[in-house]
């Protein structure tokens, strides 16, 4: 085969093609196809819509049955606590032994409930002796002690609670001052004490002696 019959044979192939092209342009209007693939696509379009808002709806629904059991549980550990209130509630404190034992349950029932904020990995800040903390403590008074160092907590007026590293309410405390050379506070909010207030200004939430 010369060159000439090759070059024949790719026109007639080449004319083929561009006729059954035609064909199929006339045959099927391009709008008619256009509107099939946008048909099309819409349909996926809203398959998808359908998919994520049943996903959405599965989340919520299994987000409601977690806090439910979490509920659940924390509930199921308070019930004998208040089983042990209610028996402690039926003893004649009128008689030493009664006492005796309603005191004997208060304890066990105090322990029993600790136990329970150990469960839940639920801290307890109690910072009797520590130094006064802004973080965790809220300062409720200042005053004169001898025996503690100034900016450290006296006394612990209510403990505090912390689950993990969230603060859940903090230790409300007495904090200790001193005032050798004249009037002194305790600034809570950056756990320092000044001595001369005529030079300075206090801020909100200090406590001048």
């Known amino acids: 085969m010369n060159e000439n019959e090759v070059n024949e044979i790719t026109e007639e192939n080449s004319e083929a093609i561009h006729t ?15 509107q099939e693939k946008i048909d099309e696509q819409w349909d996926k379009i809203l398959r998808l819509q359908a998919e994520i ?3 959405r709806k599965r989340n919520v629904k299994d987000i409601e049955s977690a806090a439910k059991a ?47 904020l150990d469960k839940f990995s639920i801290e307890v800040i109690d910072p009797k002796d520590m130094k006064f903390d802004s973080e965790n403590h809220e300062a409720m008074s200042i005053v004169e002690d001898e025996n503690t160092e100034p900016g450290y907590i006296v006394n612990v007026i209510q403990k505090g609670y912390r689950l993990q590293n969230r603060l859940l309410r903090p230790a409300r405390v007495i904090v200790s001052s001193e005032t050798e050379d004249g009037e002194a506070f305790f600034d809570p909010s950056n756990d320092k004490m000044y001595r001369h207030p005529t030079f300075y200004t206090m801020p909100e939430g200090s406590k001048h002696i």
């Open 70 to 116: 979490s509920i659940e549980r924390v509930f199921q550990e308070i019930i004998p606590v208040i089983d042990s209130f209610e028996i402690g509630m039926t003893i004649d404190k009128e008689k030493d032994d009664g006492i005796e034992t309603f005191i004997a349950g208060q304890e066990a029932t105090y322990k029993q409930f600790i136990s329970i």
């Open 20 to 34: 059954d092209d035609a064909e199929m342009d006339e045959s099927v209007p391009v709008e008619e196809n256009l």
């Open 53 to 55: 808002e049943n996903l």
